[in-house]
């Protein structure tokens, strides 16, 4: 079994064994957490000018719920609506493999980089997107990637969605 850290950018360089690792640790799903809460912060970080503190505390609490609730719309899509012969899985496995694909998120800090931060956070967002997919389609038991991203594209809005209410009940950003 790997270490916290040896996860982190083993999840990061979207390599397969380590998402197919922490679909089967049920011990990992703290982890996955964690991983969350770090890329959120330094999303959060990234973009202190935009939220201060508060702002940090914010992101993070809407990326956790997010992170949550997106699980659970994957799997829902992936063993209801887009299953397969092979398709096994449950929520947790869903929660440890979306969790750890937040892991690219953490260059997000970058943000800080007034010149870069724009191109920082596009480019996180489209790694963590492909790390999403790997993700999925491991904890799906997909053999099909195109199965993994129409989980994907099939769920985005209810994430974005989430997001947005979470963002809504927990007020308006600092000014």
Same mark, same amino acid.
């Given at each position: ?38 890329? @959120?912060?330094? /999303? ?8 201060? !503190? #508060?702002?940090?505390?914010? %992101?993070?609490? &809407? ?53 870069? @931060?724009?191109? /920082? ?8 997107? !492909? #790390?999403?997919?790997?993700? %999925?389609?491991? &904890? ?36």
């Amino acid at each position: 079994m790997a270490r916290f850290h040896e996860r982190l950018l083993g999840a990061a360089l979207l390599r397969v064994e380590i998402y197919e690792e922490v679909e089967a640790d049920r011990n990992a799903t703290f982890q996955a957490m964690a991983v969350v809460a770090l890329a @959120a912060l330094a /999303a959060g970080i990234g973009s202190i000018d935009n939220g201060g !503190v #508060a702002g940090i505390v914010k %992101v993070t609490a &809407a990326w956790l719920v997010g992170w949550y609730i997106w699980a659970y719309a994957a799997y829902f899509i992936g063993t209801r609506l887009l299953a397969n012969s092979e398709t096994v899985a449950d929520h947790g496995e869903l929660l440890r493999t979306i969790g750890f694909s937040c892991a690219p998120g953490l260059l997000q800090v970058l943000g800080l980089i007034p010149p870069i @931060a724009g191109l /920082a956070f596009a480019a996180c967002g489209l790694w963590m997107l !492909v #790390a999403m997919v790997i993700a %999925v389609r491991q &904890a799906l038991d997909y053999t099909s990637t195109a199965r993994a991203i129409a989980v994907c594209v099939i769920g985005f809005p209810v994430h974005v969605l989430i997001l947005a209410v979470t963002f809504l009940l927990l007020g308006p950003w600092p000014v």
